[in-house]
């Protein structure tokens, strides 16, 4: 059982270059996210579904498109990178709310650059 | 909207007790968790509280006050490898269930 996986953990690229981050859960969680963690702002949300073929934005959607076409993986895509997408990317998963024990478990995080 | 506020930082020694505060708003609350994160690593889940009152969880508990829009984490006999980030975050359903995080409180514990 491994949880919630990302690759890459590392990543370098320049301006305008795109990429997809891949998120795979093996938990048969219903509901999946993409976060981003900056210095001093907490992890702000990106986009994230409650279901396979379904996708809605957060906090901070521009720049990043997002596909769940199977229910245990989670791409997160930048179509043309920008300094300001410098961050650790999180994925994480969880059930439907609505009982104690369903708290969202997260992913190692992908280190980004974007020169 | 939803705003939630914690001490940037927060400095204890080994073997003391620490209390780190939370204060929230929010339209829809649905629980407020606690989590840990050490740095370079990913949060991982420490307590969730949804009605008033106290729970306990070892050296851990956590408070809440609805009424108040206040939380704290209470870390007991502190130890070295309790310094961390601890994010606090508030489950929103007016916010599609979704959870809004604070900045963290990093804490360091000194021997």
């Known amino acids: 059982n491994a949880g919630v996986t990302q690759t890459p953990k590392f990543r370098v690229l320049k301006t305008g270059q795109s990429m997809t981050l891949l998120c795979a859960q093996d938990m048969n969680h219903e509901y999946m996210y993409w976060y981003r963690q900056d210095p001093g702002m907490g992890l702000r949300l990106i986009h994230y579904s409650v279901g396979e073929g379904t996708t809605a934005k957060g906090e901070v959607p521009d720049g990043y498109n997002v596909s769940r076409l199977k229910k245990q993986n989670f791409l997160l895509g930048l179509e043309s990178a920008a300094p300001s997408q410098t961050s650790v990317y999180f994925c994480?998963?969880?059930?439907?709310?609505?009982?104690?024990?369903?708290?969202?478990?997260f992913g190692p995080g992908t280190r980004l650059t974007v020169l | 909207g939803q705003n939630i506020d914690q001490p940037t930082e927060m400095t204890a020694t080994e073997g003391a007790i620490v209390q780190i505060n939370c204060t929230y708003q929010t339209s829809g609350f649905n629980g407020l968790f606690w989590y840990q994160q050490h740095a370079g690593e990913a949060p991982t889940f420490l307590s969730y509280?949804?009605?008033?009152g106290l729970e306990e969880k070892g050296r851990f508990s956590s408070f809440l006050s609805r009424s108040k829009g206040y939380s704290y984490l209470l870390l007991k006999e502190l130890q070295m490898k309790d310094s961390a980030s601890y994010l606090c975050a508030v489950r929103d359903d007016n916010y599609g269930q979704n959870f809004v995080f604070g900045p963290g409180t990093r804490l360091s514990v000194l021997p």
């Open positions: 994480a998963s969880s059930y439907p709310s609505g009982t104690p024990t369903d708290t969202q478990y």
């Open positions: 509280n949804v009605l008033d």
